[in-house]
Nanobody, 116 residues
Framework: QVQLVESGGGLVQAGGSLRLSCAAS????????MSWYRQAPGKERELVAG????????NVADSAKGRFTISRDNAKNTVVLQMNSLKPEDTAVYYC?????????WGQGTQVTVSS
């Protein structure tokens, strides 16, 4: 069965960095685009970054552009979201997802809290 397991969340001060990792299993990882979404309290889930199946195409939401980077390792079945210069408004639960749009599987989420 498809499993997506996130790790790396936590509490960090504004301006700090976190590295979120997603370990995927149960499917042919290299055949699928992957993405990271986030959901803040009282807000809708939003796309943060996506990456094509080969890693050749990436996109980051305007709110995170220049601060966040998405990457993947198809040999290790992992996708990583490197988050730098974090802001309090980045506080949310971050979800790893299979596919970029039209997500069909979600991870359980990892909490990121940025203190001011």
């Amino acid at each position: 069965q498809v499993q997506l397991v996130e790790s790396g969340g936590g509490l960090v001060q504004a301006g700090g960095s976190l590295r979120l990792s997603c370990a995927a299993s149960g499917f042919t990882f290299s055949a699928y685009a992957m993405s990271w979404y986030r959901q803040a309290p009282g807000k809708e889930r939003e796309l943060v970054a996506g990456i094509s199946n080969t890693g050749g195409i990436t996109n980051v939401a305007d709110s995170a552009k220049g601060r966040f980077t998405i990457s993947r390792d198809n040999a290790k079945n992992t996708v990583v979201l490197q988050m730098n210069s974090l802001k309090p408004e980045d506080t949310a639960v971050y979800y790893c997802a299979r596919r970029w749009l039209g997500v069909d599987y979600w991870g359980q989420g990892t909490q990121v809290t940025v203190s001011s």
